[in-house]
């Protein structure tokens, strides 16, 4: 079983940056694809990021592109989301996602994590 756990969110001002991290246990998993959604409230749950087993190939939706960063580092299992330019409607629990099949955008992952709360003020 794999467990993710997400850190590094919380209340920032707008146009300030975030940086998350989402570390997985429980067993390796540097081939699985790796994302990033969130959820509003009030809304459903959104894809935000994805990127391959490597790094090389990212998916963003189109309203973070240019803003958003993901990137992995495999030899520490994690994930991360760089966050810049930050706006108040990125405002969200933050979702990080490893699933074994390579959908663009990833559909419902195999696994999730448990969310970490992002607060952007205006």
């Known amino acids: 079983q794999v467990q993710l756990v997400e850190s590094g969110g919380g209340l920032v001002q707008a146009g300030g940056s975030l940086r998350l991290s989402c570390a997985a246990s429980?067993?390796?998993?540097?081939?699985?694809?790796r994302a990033w959604f969130r959820q509003a409230p009030g809304k459903e749950r959104e894809f935000v990021a994805e990127?391959?087993?490597?790094?090389?190939?990212?998916y963003y939706t189109d309203s973070v592109k240019g803003r958003f960063t993901i990137s992995r580092d495999n030899a520490k299992n994690t994930v991360y989301l760089q966050m810049n330019s930050l706006k108040p409607e990125d405002t969200a629990v933050y979702y990080c996602?490893?699933?074994?099949?390579?959908?663009?955008?990833?559909?419902?992952?195999?696994?999730w994590g448990q969310g970490t709360q992002v607060t952007v003020s205006s």
């Open positions: 429980g067993r390796t998993i540097s081939t699985y694809a």
């Open positions: 990127c391959n087993w490597s790094g090389e190939a990212t």
């Open positions: 996602a490893a699933d074994t099949k390579t959908a663009q955008p990833m559909g419902v992952p195999d696994y």
